[in-house]
């Protein structure tokens, strides 16, 4: 009995300011619409990014896609990017 009085008391002095220690933050309005912004304003350059590679992947003749597409391979073999399963299946069908 006088074991578990020390165990509890024990346990309350660690636990309560333990609690006492976890933040409470929250952030403010303002904070969140800035951060909200900054993720759409990334959001909008990553797509603008994409679709000036794209264009640029169009204007090409299709010879020089191909080469394209087989040095975009290379590089992902030599950098240790492996393809999914049923990709590598289709490459070997398809002859490229």
Do not use: N
Not at 40 to 52: I, L, P, T
Not at 53 to 69: G, K
Not at 70 to 86: A, D, N, V
Request: proline letters at 3%; a positive charge.
């Amino acid at each position: 009995m006088k074991h578990l009085r020390y165990i509890v008391f024990f346990m309350a002095i660690i636990i309560f300011p333990l609690s006492s220690c976890t933040t409470k933050y929250k952030a403010s309005s303002a904070q969140r619409q800035t951060e909200r912004a900054q993720a759409q304003r990334e959001r909008e350059s990553r797509r603008v990014y994409r679709d000036a590679q794209r264009q640029h992947r169009e204007l090409q003749t299709r010879d020089t896609r191909r080469r394209m597409r087989e040095t975009q391979r290379k590089s992902e073999e030599y950098h240790g990017i492996r393809p999914p399963f049923y990709i590598r299946i289709w490459r070997f069908i398809r002859g490229y």
